[in-house]
């Protein structure tokens, strides 16, 4: 399919290839073996932690990958989960423009919080080292708040655990080591609630892990709410902006993220139309960037695959 003449200042955003949760699910939603309870117990495996890519994804992001060859990509920005970061790199690895292209590593733009799928394996920084060595390129991380951790003293503290029992000191050292884990840095991107409802339930339950408070959420409903993601992709906006500000007019930059991230992200401009932007695996959307507002982004034309239709 031949690209249709498209503003200078746009940005092609591309949905992760298929991965080993994406497979399971879809078993799960066959009209012959649908089984709610058996995709919510998906949901709430933490064997499902940051869902690696699946082997048939690996074509997908190949075929997609010839396809972008011609783009003048010159920064990518990624999720941080393995299935957009491998996804973004090998899309990239045989680009005419791998040594010269920027990759910058966003956390606002990780998945909304639905499941272990959604979990993070690492921190940050132990991704960024990962994919650095693996590929041989440099990644940065994008500026935010979650390179210098809250600190959660005060909020612990708060929760009034008396300083001379020892138990309570334990669990107050144990319940800090959760909170300012750069790997567990994901629950930073959560509502200050959603944040009040960890600490909450392990004053309560101090025996209990973080992994088994998150199963146990994770069976009844998504635990991160869609307001909580467009209060952390409005920050996803200053970054595009800084960014395309400082671009010229033949250089685009590429977003690999998620389709729910995608879908908010145009919700934006048009509330109804959000199911036109339910993508495919490995299959992208242009946005046309307007001049100053990342409101004004507008569908221009999808990247299409020739395979059929995958959820």
Known sequence: MELANQSSKRIIYIRHALCEANVDKRKCRGEESKDPKKLKSI????????????????????????RLSTENINVVMVSPLRRTMSTCMELMKSHPNFEH?????????????????????????EIQKEYEEKYQVEISVADSELQTFRDWSKEIKSLNLSK????????????????????????????????????????????????????????????????????????????????????????????????NIICL???????????????????????AFGDENYEDFQVTEHLQQDEESQE
């Open 43 to 66: 949901k709430a495996d933490p064997t499902y932690i940051d869902s690696p890519l699946h082997p048939d994804g690996y074509p997908q992001i190949e075929k997609l990958a010839d």
């Open 265 to 287: 992200l145009h919700k934006y401009k048009e509330e109804g139309e959000s199911d036109k932007l339910r993508l495919n695996n490995c299959q992208g959307v242009y946005l």
């Open 164 to 259: 001379k029992k020892p138990k309570d000191m334990e669990f107050l050292e144990a319940l800090t080591e959760v909170f300012n884990s750069p790997k567990n840095y994901y629950l930073h991107l959560f509502s200050q609630k959603m944040q009040k409802d960890v600490l909450m339930h392990l004053k309560a339950n101090p025996e209990d892990s973080l992994i088994n408070f998150l199963s146990k959420k994770f069976t009844k409903s998504s635990y991160e709410k869609s307001n909580n993601v467009k209060s952390r992709l409005e920050k996803f906006k200053e970054q595009v902006c800084n960014i395309i500000s400082d671009l010229s007019e033949e250089q685009q930059v590429l977003v690999v993220s998620h389709s």
């Open 101 to 125: 292209i920027k990759f910058v590593i966003s956390p606002f733009i990780i998945s909304q919080c639905e499941g272990f799928m959604d979990v993070p394996s690492a921190s940050l920084e």
